[in-house]
């Protein structure tokens, strides 16, 4: 599954339509200015259907997104989370991703996430999007179309 393409596509529809930074939660990178959102994949493999078709495996797998935002100001990080739910509720949106292969599938957990720094609160608020993809895995080895057993 390539999920260096799943990743670069969804960010740039977040960072695209929100004109704010995503980045990977928890790197060692300098935190951007305020606000900014971060993303990890919570659960990269979640398979709900397959087939093997002419050696080929052909996989419908789901894949969990976290967003937080992270800010300040307490109604900011509420209105881009609000902001990117609907990057993904949004029909001209869900499309936008359909066409790259990515399904949009339903949010979760959106809520606060707030923290205490060693002087001041980082207001944090986020969502967990659900997304599909179909994966294709091709068969590396021969298939056994019959067994003859010797005695």
């Not at 080929?56 to 797998?61: G, H």
Request: proline share 3%.
């Amino acid at each position: 599954m390539d999920y260096e393409n799943i990743k670069r596509i969804i960010i740039f529809h977040i960072r695209n339509n929100t004109g704010h930074l995503v980045i990977l939660q928890a790197s060692n990178d300098e935190q951007p200015a305020y606000p900014f959102c971060a993303y990890t994949l919570t659960s990269p493999y979640l398979p709900k259907a397959s087939a093997e078709i002419d050696g080929q495996l052909i996989e419908d797998v789901e894949i969990v997104f976290s967003f937080t935002w992270h800010s300040q100001d307490a109604t900011e990080v509420q209105m881009l989370s609000h902001k990117t739910a609907m990057l993904f509720k949004l029909s001209q949106h869900r499309q936008t991703l359909s066409d790259q292969g990515i399904v949009f599938v339903k949010i979760e957990g959106i809520q606060s996430r707030d923290t205490f720094l060693s002087v001041d609160n980082e207001r944090r608020y986020g969502l967990d999007v659900r997304f599909r993809v179909t994966h294709v895995e091709e068969s590396s080895g021969e298939i056994i179309e019959s067994v003859e057993i010797l005695q």
